[in-house]
């Protein structure tokens, strides 16, 4: 296959695999301005498999970024009716939707923090209506990538300028196992098999605690609650429920964690884009589940004004385990992408979970925040012991790998 060709297979992984078009059914497209040649490509496979309609809204973050040297701040953040009405309408009718992200690294380099916060904030109200109906309305989704020439250029230096794009298009097939001659449902089908079978292990083990040591200063204890569950059991799904991978690529099994029961240092092992920008070299102190420190230099007021998002954006919403040694980490980059770069190790996430309220009456708690913000912590050496409600330690991790 060319490499177009091999865009249209990749079109299809994502409208068959990621979102599991359904007959008749509209698709809402967030895409980024620098991947339209793409878009009419992934829409042709929606419509292929029976999409009712499909319908594209750009994301000029460049713009955004240029006009913030001009507006307020308050002016940035506020989001107009119709950005809302514009998705909210479809996602009512029971549209899917899929977050097609293109990567500029260098691109908020130069606007101040405040204002760089101020458009992503913008952007993430705006997506929290997605999220909203994905919860309430069980829609599929799907956050996927777009390979750009920025892209390509940030972080593919050693290869000739005029190669490096199509070289990030079959680095982005390889991450996704996508071959000119598999079936990328066949595939995928067996991927989920798999990290169902790590889920159920550690279900079956009914932790209560993970302790995360790494050399890096990591010592750091999570509290899982009786529904923190790693293998999304198929019984606890709504009758309204349609199979679909919200990320692609994806290689985690993870979990929503006890809101108050966090305690110790985690350090990251990998930059963390934020208000686009990449902070490196930071870490957290949790006491009793909530931030209580941001270890950093560089980037710090970022991070502080992170947890202070809102209530809960200082506690955790997810842990999520994966082995160290995984495709995207062993390709030897650092995509400056939370949807890849959290795939290449184990990672955490500040801000909202996945479970719902919890009952009262148990005791256990779940975090809920406007935020939900990946950070990975996964290293070569990491260790993870799960400790069960009657103190018994298993080794969940050893050298940066499953061990369970």
């Not at 695999?17 to 967030?30: A, I």
């Not at 955004?64 to 507006?71: C, D, E, I, N």
């Not at 970022?302 to 954006?313: C, I, K, N, Q, R």
Request: proline content about 4%; overall charge negative.
């Amino acid at each position: 296959m060319n490499l177009n060709e091999m865009k249209h297979k990749y079109a299809y992984m994502l409208a068959r695999v990621g979102l599991n078009v359904q007959k008749g059914q509209t698709v809402l497209v967030e895409a980024a301005v620098e991947g339209a040649s793409f878009t009419p490509i992934f829409a042709e496979e929606c419509y292929k498999l029976g999409a009712g309609n499909v319908v594209i809204h750009y994301l000029d973050i460049a713009n955004l970024a240029v006009a913030s040297g001009y507006r307020s701040e308050e002016d940035v953040r506020r989001v107009e009716n119709w950005e809302v009405e514009q998705n909210e309408k479809y996602l009512k009718e029971g549209a899917c939707f899929v977050r097609l992200e293109g990567v500029n690294p260098a691109l908020m380099e130069n606007v101040p923090e405040e204002k760089a916060n101020a458009v992503f904030d913008h952007i993430d109200t705006v997506r929290n209506v997605m999220r909203k109906y994905s919860r309430e309305l069980h829609v599929q989704w799907l956050i996927a990538m777009i390979p750009t020439q920025e892209w390509a250029d940030y972080i593919l230096k050693d290869i000739p300028e005029t190669e490096r794009l199509e070289a990030l298009w079959y680095k982005l097939f390889d991450l996704c196992y996508l071959t000119e001659d598999n079936d990328p449902v066949e595939t995928w089908k067996h991927n989920t098999e798999m990290k169902n079978i790590r889920g159920r292990k550690m279900d079956d083990h009914n932790f209560r605690k993970l302790h995360y040591t790494a050399s890096n200063g990591t010592d750091l204890t999570v509290t899982l609650t009786p529904w923190s569950k790693f293998c999304f059991d198929r019984g606890t799904r709504p009758e309204n429920y349609i199979e679909h991978i919200p990320n692609l690529p994806t290689e985690e099994i993870c979990t929503t964690p006890e809101k108050y029961g966090t305690d110790g240092v985690v350090y990251a092992s990998r930059p963390l884009i934020l208000g686009g920008k990449a902070i490196s070299n930071f870490g957290f102190r949790f006491e009793h589940g909530k931030v209580v420190e941001v270890l950093a230099n560089e980037g710090k007021a970022m991070l502080e004004a992170l947890v202070h998002t809102d209530d809960g954006s200082a506690y955790l919403g997810e842990c999520a385990l994966v082995e160290y040694h995984s495709p995207i980490s062993m390709s030897g980059l650092v995509y400056y992408t939370t949807l890849i770069d959290e795939n290449a190790s184990c990672h955490l996430a500040l801000g909202n979970g996945f479970l719902p309220e919890l009952p009262t009456e148990s005791g256990w708690t779940s975090n809920h925040s406007k935020i939900h913000i990946d950070f990975m912590v996964g290293t070569p050496d990491m260790h993870i012991t799960g400790i069960t409600e009657d103190g018994e330690e298993f080794t969940v991790f050893d050298q940066g790998d499953f061990a369970l």
